[in-house]
């Protein structure tokens, strides 16, 4: 008989993935805007905005699993 799935918080992974497409999006738009947009790639950008907002609702929802996980 194979042994239950584990159930750990799923939070900080749902929090590390919103945090590195925030960085990756500001160092984009601070540093390399013109050359993205020149090289008609600026949409790459707005990806990153997209990812944050997605992962702003993962996190949102990995906050409300954690919570109604049993205590062990």
């Not at 900080?12 to 805007?33: C, D, H, N, Q, R």
């Not at 997605?54 to 996190?59: K, M």
């Amino acid at each position: 008989m194979a042994p239950p799935p584990p159930d750990m918080p799923m939070t900080p992974f749902a929090a590390t993935g919103t945090a590195i497409w925030l960085i990756a999006g500001l160092v984009m738009y601070l540093f390399f805007k013109d050359d993205l947009d020149a090289a008609g790639k600026g949409w790459w950008i707005s990806t990153c905005w997209a990812g944050v907002l997605s992962g702003l609702v993962g996190t949102t929802w990995m906050v409300l699993h954690d919570r109604a996980r049993p205590k062990d």
